[in-house]
């Protein structure tokens, strides 16, 4: 049986396909067509889930969108009653996205065939609880608590359930305009970072604040009867959609989210590329610490109804990685199964999945114990790019491989690491990464100036071999998949002082063998020659989406620089040249 998973016409439209509930391919359509966070139909994505499976479009039995907008129906009504302006914008969004349901029509029209050749049964499914199929299906437990929290989906923002066999019980919801993610957003806003996606970078200017607002922006976001509640006078008027709009070309875009009472209080908003002052940085650390109170409030509330110890959490707010670090400290809590591709393109892999279980009753029988779920590329493909790149290289066997690349990174080098499948999910797990010595102190500067291009307080992650992790790090819950955030033990801060934060913090990727042997030997390979299982990975990319195909790697290595390409058995290294 064939489930095709879809997220369309949302910020970061992807595709994904399931196979008698194992999942074979998933990718987000910005992979592919190069556009971030791309909003539109994901076409290329659907392509790229067919031909992984070696199937055509009439072979699918079942197409499911995580996407419902008949879901909170009433409450949508409410809003808009209650908001006479906005009833004429409500009935606009309403016939648009009726518009864009016609999912025969839209893969006929993608993929070039007669759309009553499509036989498939259609599934729409709520936003939120795909965002929880996302990750509870995906777990290896048979129970749990369910969490999803993000800006807004289906005119919810939050929403908790009681998680059991193939069922997901709904508990909770909580609509707009009420969202931790808009309430982040709004304060992102204001300190010049506009851009969708740009929330992850404040995350990590947070720690350079003090506590000067925290009692001020408390006033923004209030606790109320086990849930939240955002004080609206200090957001502009944000409508359903949360204030994002996804433009004709798939360009999502988001509205000023501040309302002026936030200029009253804190002054001039800054502006994007502006010189970044202490006021941000204060703004930065005390929306991250009542964001933190928030969510921490919530799962508490959550574990007095789902008494497990297990919590399987989505959505886009999920990536707070130094939320979900803190989160064991701070509730009952004791292991998290976190969707890597907890944002909105995971939701084609959480609908797939509901109708597998939920909708046809197929019992549980696989789990997700790795990310690298997108497109691979064979060694000729791969030696066709270089050749016609016009870049020296050679073929090392494995273990030379191995050997030159670790010689590399202890020499300080910058390598870029193309290898195997693409990851499925933002970031970068040691197939399409930029590594490097995680203990040399002008490292983060080097990769900023040479390579990346991005602010000087965003830190670069450390990847550690698991069984070390308990060693380097205060916390041994393991993160495969970047999403948490722990304090490095004081003895080895400084030899992970590349990777070490302001706050003595590192977002880890903890790398066991049995997940990816050929990143796991690289690791170990270094720490023989070093001491150190731990290396710098950052992902493969200059201000793009990250590299997928040998071309672009190759690209990137030539425009920028970066030292050494391993590139499949491909060693090529610009030093010597």
Request: hydrophobic residues 40%; glycine residues 6%.
């Amino acid at each position: 049986m064939l489930i095709l998973g879809l997220n369309m016409f949302h910020a970061d439209s992807s595709a994904a396909i399931v196979e008698d509930g194992k999942i074979l391919f998933a990718v987000a359509e910005e992979r592919l067509n190069r556009h971030k966070h791309y909003g539109g139909f994901p076409a290329l994505a659907v392509k790229a889930c067919l031909d992984a499976a070696g199937a055509k479009i009439t072979d699918v039995q079942h197409v499911a969108v995580g996407q419902d907008s008949d879901a909170n129906l009433a409450k949508k009504v409410q809003y808009a009653l209650a908001n006479p302006a906005k009833v004429l914008n409500f009935i606009k969004m309403r016939q648009r996205k009726e518009s864009m349901r016609d999912v025969r029509s839209l893969l006929a029209q993608a993929l070039d065939v007669d759309a009553s050749t499509l036989k498939f049964q259609e599934h729409h499914l709520e936003h939120h609880i795909a965002h929880i199929a996302s990750s509870y299906y995906c777990s290896p437990w048979e129970k749990a608590a369910g969490f999803s929290y993000d800006g807004s989906g289906d005119f919810v923002s939050t929403m908790t359930a009681r998680c059991e066999g193939s069922e997901i019980q709904v508990l909770d919801r909580v609509f707009l305009p009420h969202s931790l993610g808009s309430f982040y957003t709004m304060i992102c806003d204001f300190i010049g970072y506009r851009k969708y996606g740009d929330e992850g970078k404040v995350m990590g200017l947070a720690p350079y604040g003090r506590d000067i607002y925290v009692d001020e922006i408390r006033k923004i976001v209030t606790l109320k009867n086990g849930s939240f509640q955002l004080n609206m006078s200090y957001f502009k008027p944000l409508g359903s959609s949360q204030g994002m709009q996804v433009l004709p070309d798939g360009t999502v875009r988001l509205a000023r989210h501040f309302s002026d009472k936030m200029e009253k209080l804190f002054g001039t908003p800054r502006e994007p590329y502006a010189e970044i002052t202490q006021r941000d940085m204060d703004l930065a650390y005390a929306m991250q610490c009542c964001f933190e109170e928030v969510f921490f409030h919530l799962a508490n509330e959550l574990y007095k109804r789902v008494p497990e110890e297990n919590l399987a959490m989505a959505g886009g707010c999920a990536l707070n990685s130094v939320a979900n670090g803190k989160l064991f400290s701070r509730t009952p809590f004791r292991r998290t199964w976190i969707q890597p591709a907890a944002g909105d393109e995971g939701l084609a892999i959480g609908a797939a999945l509901h109708t597998y279980h939920s909708v046809l009753k197929q019992p549980r029988r696989e789990q997700m114990d790795h990310a690298y779920l997108g497109p691979e590329f064979s060694e000729p493909q791969i030696e066709s790019a270089l050749k016609n790149a016009g870049v020296k290289y050679q073929r090392l066997e494995r273990g030379p491989l191995l050997d030159t690349v670790s010689d590399q990174m202890v020499q300080g080098n910058v390598v870029g690491w193309f290898q195997g499948r693409m990851e499925w999910g933002p970031r970068a797990l040691g197939n399409r990464s930029i590594v490097t010595h995680p203990g040399l102190p002008d490292m983060k500067d080097v990769l900023n100036a040479r390579i990346k291009h991005r602010e000087w307080f965003r830190p670069f992650a450390p990847a550690i071999l698991a069984e070390a992790q308990h060693e380097y790090f205060e916390h041994d819950h393991p993160s495969p998949y970047m999403l948490h955030v722990y304090k490095i033990r004081p003895e080895k801060r400084k030899s992970l002082c590349a990777v070490n934060h302001v706050d003595n913090t590192g977002r880890l990727q903890t790398v066991a063998r049995e997940e990816n042997p050929l990143y796991y030997d690289l690791i170990h390979t270094f720490s023989k020659k070093t001491g150190i299982p731990v290396i710098l990975n950052t992902s493969f990319n200059e201000n793009e989406p990250i590299v997928c195909t040998p071309q672009e790697a190759i690209d990137c290595f030539q425009r920028t620089k970066m030292d050494v390409l391993a590139i499949g058995p491909f060693f090529a290294c610009k030093i010597d040249s």
